[in-house]
């Protein structure tokens, strides 16, 4: 008895140290509701899964730096090979690679989805993070950090707006609407 009291007590406890958190910001955070009615974001195309990828874990503090100043900026095929090996060069010759600015929870978000507006030539960066329905909001998953991406783009975006989520069971469901849209397969970013 004592044994499934403790446990029911360490079971609370995380829960509720994970739904009390502060999270804290990061400044690439795009502020207010990236699903404004001013910008309807939900209305830009999504980007094909397979013309942007994460950072590699190794490279993300030098992809950091080199995006303090600008939310993205133009990579040569060699620098986006380095940055993201998993990106293949796309065949149209008409994309080049850019480094965006993104973030995510904890660092580890679970996808990745890039959308684009060609007539203000804005993108979005959104990332979703999984918090074990705020059992594992205990570590770090309440920070914000760089999680930049390497995106093929037809041209320079003027403005990356990087937007993330942590939550809970949706979060998979996402993904699992994203194969149903996508026809089958893991959508977003490859890490």
């Known amino acids: 008895m004592r044994g499934a ?4 007590f360490l079971l609370l406890a995380l829960s509720w140290a994970g739904c009390s958190g502060r999270v804290r910001q990061h400044p690439w955070l795009t502020r207010g509701d ?3 009615v001013d910008l309807d974001v939900a209305a830009w195309p999504l980007v094909e899964p397979d013309r942007f990828a994460w950072v590699a874990r190794e490279r993300r503090e030098e992809a ?16 986006a090979a380095r940055f993201a090996p998993d990106l293949a060069a796309p065949a149209d010759l008409s994309l080049r690679p850019f480094l965006l600015r993104g ?23 959104y990332q979703a993070t999984y ?16 999680c930049p ?16 989520e942590l939550g809970g069971d949706q979060i998979l469901r996402g993904i699992g609407a994203w194969a149903l849209m996508r026809g089958g397969g893991r959508g977003g970013a490859r890490s």
């Open 5 to 8: 009291l403790g446990a029911a």
């Open 64 to 79: 950091a730096r080199l995006l303090e100043t600008d939310e993205a900026t133009e990579l040569s095929a060699g620098e």
């Open 34 to 36: 990236a699903w404004a």
């Open 103 to 125: 973030v995510a929870y904890g660092g580890l978000p679970v996808y990745a989805l890039l959308r684009t507006d060609e007539a203000t030539r804005q993108a979005l960066v």
């Open 131 to 146: 918090n074990g329905e705020n059992l594992l909001g205990v570590w770090a998953l309440s920070d914000l950090q760089p």
């Open 149 to 164: 991406v390497v995106a093929c783009l037809p041209w320079p975006p003027s403005r990356v707006l990087a937007t993330a």
